[in-house]
């Protein structure tokens, strides 16, 4: 298992910066927004206590996922504008206390990329499957790059989210296909006619009740989410990256599942999914990534 991940919070872009962290809490700056988040993991002692005072607003959880709130330290706001990756995303606060934006996606996204350095020459641009697409920073950041993107994810909301990233970075509509629909259904029939793509990014969650009578728990579906995905890649120069953020599927886990459908000219590639902290040496784990893809030729 590699180990490596982003080690320089630069590398991220200039808009995003983990300030501190410590006490079960996050300091995040957001372009021209500093936020202060819970975080269960932020077990050990904050660097910088002077920093905290300047968030601009802090999140307050609530009983459920839906009556959090927000406090601010001036004029209350809600949607703003940052370049991530290089790509111009809208944020919102919510009031689950998320953003819109994962910032640890991020960390990912040029190393699919690269898996395609060696890849033949071809006419036509490479194709990608985004499930549980969110907001769509991976499928804004592909089809920036000429990507032909398959975005789906079951939320609405979500959608008409992904499509205002796509409007903002003036990416042309024949670049993307929205799909609402429950991914692994999607995914379902994707296998049966027979689809194919150069890479699958799969994002899923630790649960899912599509339906009152419809719910999974990561655990149980994921090693055939990993086979179905294996089964629409491309035979020679397909790619296949999986995160999670269920603590109890680390990289080691997802590294076998994706050994377990590997064929002879593929590798896999493990690593933690993590956040670096600005000015330290320290990282925010915040879940795990698998990767497989062709050998070096």
Not at 5 to 18: F, P
Request: glycine fraction near 6%; charge should be neutral.
């Amino acid at each position: 298992m590699s180990s490596n991940h982003i080690k320089n919070s630069s590398d991220l872009g200039n808009d995003y910066a983990l300030v501190d962290s410590g006490d079960g809490l996050k300091l995040e700056r957001f372009g021209s927004v500093t936020l202060a988040r819970p975080s269960s993991v932020c077990l050990w002692k904050r660097r910088s206590p002077q920093a905290w005072k300047q968030a601009d607003a802090t999140f307050v959880p609530g009983r459920d996922e839906e009556s959090g709130a927000w406090n601010f330290r001036g004029k209350p706001f809600e949607t703003w504008e940052i370049e991530y990756v290089g790509c111009r995303l809208v944020l919102r606060l919510l009031k689950n206390g998320q953003v819109g934006l994962f910032p640890e996606h991020g960390t990912y996204l040029q190393q699919i990329e690269s898996c395609f350095g060696a890849r033949p020459s071809q006419t036509e641009s490479p194709r990608l499957l985004n499930l549980f697409a969110y907001t769509g920073l991976a499928s804004t950041y592909f089809a920036s790059r000429g990507w032909t993107v398959t975005h789906v994810d079951l939320s609405k909301k979500a959608l008409t989210w992904a499509k205002s990233n796509f409007e903002l970075n003036k990416i042309p509509e024949n670049a993307i296909r929205f799909i609402c629909d429950d991914a692994l259904k999607f995914l379902q029939r994707e296998v049966k006619r027979g689809a194919k793509y150069d890479a699958v990014i799969v994002d899923p969650p630790s649960f899912s009740r599509v339906s009152k009578e419809n719910y999974w728990e990561l655990e149980n579906i994921i090693a055939n989410v990993v086979g179905q995905c294996q089964a629409v890649l491309s035979t020679d120069w397909g790619t296949l990256a999986v995160t999670c953020h269920d603590p109890g599927i680390g990289a080691e886990m997802l590294a076998n599942l994706l050994r377990d459908v590997a064929n002879p000219s593929q590798c896999v590639i493990a690593q933690e999914l993590a956040v670096p902290e600005k000015d330290s040496d320290r990282v925010l784990p915040t879940g795990s990534f698998a990767l497989l893809a062709a050998k070096t030729r």
